[in-house]
């Protein structure tokens, strides 16, 4: 079995769905939101979080990719931060 093969199978939208759930039901500090940072180039993901409400509200690169790059070492991997308030 690949990572192919189980693609579209919907298990990272329940993953991600039980995850807001605990969050939600969290008995500590109550949990407004969740944030998350995805690769620019993962568009599997970005349109996973998009369908379950999650918003981009910035764009971000790493130092550490930055740092790489200009030692001509990577390309710039962005990455996009994504909220969800609950």
């Known amino acids: 079995m690949n990572a192919q093969e189980e693609r579209k199978k919907g298990i990272a939208q329940r993953v991600m769905e039980w995850i807001e ?3 939600r039901s ?9 944030c998350l940072l995805v690769y ?5 993901a970005i349109s996973l979080y998009e369908k379950l409400g999650y918003e981009v509200v910035d764009s971000w690169m790493d130092r550490k990719w930055m740092r790489q790059a200009e030692k001509n070492l ?9 909220v969800k308030h609950l």
Do not use: H
């Open 74 to 82: 990577t390309g710039v991997e962005r990455k996009l931060l994504m």
């Open 40 to 44: 620019r180039s993962n568009r599997p």
């Open 26 to 34: 969290s008995s500590g500090d109550p949990v407004t939101g969740i």
């Open 21 to 23: 759930a605990e969050a």
